[in-house]
């Protein structure tokens, strides 16, 4: 069983018109940099994509948002990105804002099989419209649905054949839980070592729940940078 890929064209190449995708990463750290430009470069229309920000204008999600190829986005912060803002205040894209905890655990209860559940996060407010509500123990809670994309994109620091991943210190971010949310889930990896290297207590993503993996050269971008 190998599941290392050349690149990531190969990885995404049954990626469609429609699809949905859930993109990992926290502002620009741990985003699926390469996985994002081949998108691009292959140009399926119309994606939905999930995402805990939309990059910036030039690097990360923000490129596919500048080439028209996403029809949706479901996130929990948009604010650094100024075509977004454009597109957005147009009318030319479909948002849906979800508060930051409660996006995590839908991308977690998908990952784990958990159709939906209840939280009250959002309750009285805009995000609790046209959602089921329910009391328990005497406080409102309103229904979430699980996440299930058609395709998780994520960056790892290491991976191996078996599709076993870890991630590094603050790069881990939002990567595992949309890695196990994705039917079919593709691993970039700034290194891919033999089976057994990492340890069964340093696997963050077990193998089960990735198809591909590919290596390449990453950028690392500064989101925000401030000098002194």
């Known amino acids: 069983m190998n599941k290392i890929r050349t690149s990531a064209a190969e990885a995404l190449s049954g990626v469609q018109n429609g699809y949905m995708i859930a993109s990992g990463g926290f502002g620009l750290c741990g985003i699926p940099e390469l996985c994002i430009a081949a998108l691009r470069e292959l140009g399926p229309k119309n994606l939905t994509f999930v995402s805990n920000n939309c990059g910036i204008d030039n690097f990360g999600i923000g490129i596919l948002l500048k080439n028209r190829q996403i029809r949706k986005m479901m996130s929990s912060y948009v604010g650094e990105n100024k075509e977004f803002e454009r597109q957005l205040l147009s009318g030319e894209i479909e948002v849906e804002l979800i508060p930051q905890g409660t996006l995590a655990e839908r991308l977690r209860a998908g990952g784990a099989g958990i159709p939906a559940f209840f ?9 609790a419209e046209g959602k089921e509500s329910r009391t328990f123990d005497g406080r409102e809670y309103i ?55 990492i340890a069964p207590e340093q696997v963050d993503t077990p193998g089960i729940y990735v198809q591909h993996v590919f290596t390449g050269s990453h950028e690392k971008r500064i989101e925000r940078l401030t000098t002194r």
């Open 119 to 127: 939280t009250a996060t959002g309750v009285g407010t805009a995000i």
């Open 143 to 197: 229904l979430e649905r699980g996440i299930n994309a058609d395709y998780a994109i994520v960056k790892a620091w290491r991976g191996d054949r078996y599709g076993n991943l870890q991630y590094r210190l603050s790069a881990r971010n939002f990567n595992p839980l949309c890695a196990a949310a994705g039917k079919i889930t593709v691993a970039e990896v700034e290194e891919i070592v033999d089976v057994g290297v």
